[in-house]
């Protein structure tokens, strides 16, 4: 199946690194115009030049609610619309048990996580999606289906991002579509300390596919969800992990 995403625009939020990056390139190269966004100008600018195809970029913290709206409107103002949302930025500033946290990282890690998913689609819904359809695609994790014992509290925001991709799935159809996407250990830098070393060896092993995720693995289905060849899905998370949730639970069997 050929899937193109010619004459849309997409914002990806962290699309300067890792599995934003790889989005931004996979639709650049389906034919979307693309506008990345995240803090670093710096990191931006060499982001954009590397998924080439016209990439914009903007600079801007995810969890501002005038970035948001900033974005949208520049993607408008350069493209002329704003018809795929990924809300892909997220943050960790805590490893521990969850009722250890302190409330200043547990609040950032809602506001990044949580709270600005729904303010990136409000802001794309009221300026353009209402009245002109759309489609978003939150990433979620597959911790956000389990617990573990150090990041607790970022998978309570990504299993409550399950719960707000099936919300506004049902409040936002039949012209937008809302799905997200739940990948298990990617290597990226974001999740380094989570595989170098023995890491890979020891987390693949559990894994019936034997390898950890690639990039690739959820920009392609990214740009499934993204396209109208998913058009009859929404208010759905697909798990990305290798099957490492399934082998997981039949541990336990």
């Not at 990044?112 to 978003?136: C, D, I, R, S």
């Not at 979620?140 to 506004?168: C, F, P, R, W």
């Not at 392609?220 to 009859?232: E, K, P, R, T």
Request: charged share 20%; aromatic share 6%; glycine share 10%.
């Amino acid at each position: 199946m050929e899937i193109s995403l010619k004459d849309k625009v997409a914002i990806i939020t962290g699309g300067s690194r890792g599995i934003g990056l790889e989005i931004a390139k996979t639709f650049a190269n389906s034919g979307a115009k693309v506008l990345i966004v995240s803090r670093k100008a710096e990191a931006l600018e060499a982001a954009a030049a590397e998924v080439g195809n016209g990439c914009e970029w903007m600079a801007g913290n995810a969890g501002d609610p005038e970035t948001a709206q900033a974005a949208v409107d520049k993607a408008i103002e350069l493209f002329g619309s704003a018809d795929i949302l990924i809300n892909n930025a997220a943050t960790n500033p805590y490893a521990g048990p969850t009722i250890d946290v302190d409330l200043p990282r547990w609040d950032k890690t809602i506001a990044v996580n949580l709270t600005a998913p729904l303010v990136w689609t409000q802001a794309a819904w009221n300026t353009w999606m209402k009245e002109n359809g759309g489609v978003v695609v939150n990433i979620s994790s597959v911790g956000g289906l389990m617990t573990n014992e150090i990041i607790g509290v970022y998978d309570m925001t990504k299993s409550a991002l399950i719960h707000l991709t099936q919300q506004l799935g049902a409040e936002l159809g039949p012209n937008v579509r809302v799905n997200a996407i739940c990948p298990g250990l990617v290597k990226t830098d974001f999740a380094k300390r989570l595989w170098e070393g023995d890491g890979e060896a020891r987390v693949s092993a559990g894994y019936p596919l034997k390898r950890l995720g690639e990039t690739s693995d959820i920009a392609n289905a990214a740009i499934y969800l993204a396209s109208d060849a998913s058009s009859w899905i929404t208010g759905q998370h697909i798990v990305l992990d290798g099957g490492g949730l399934v082998a997981f639970r039949r541990s336990f069997e």
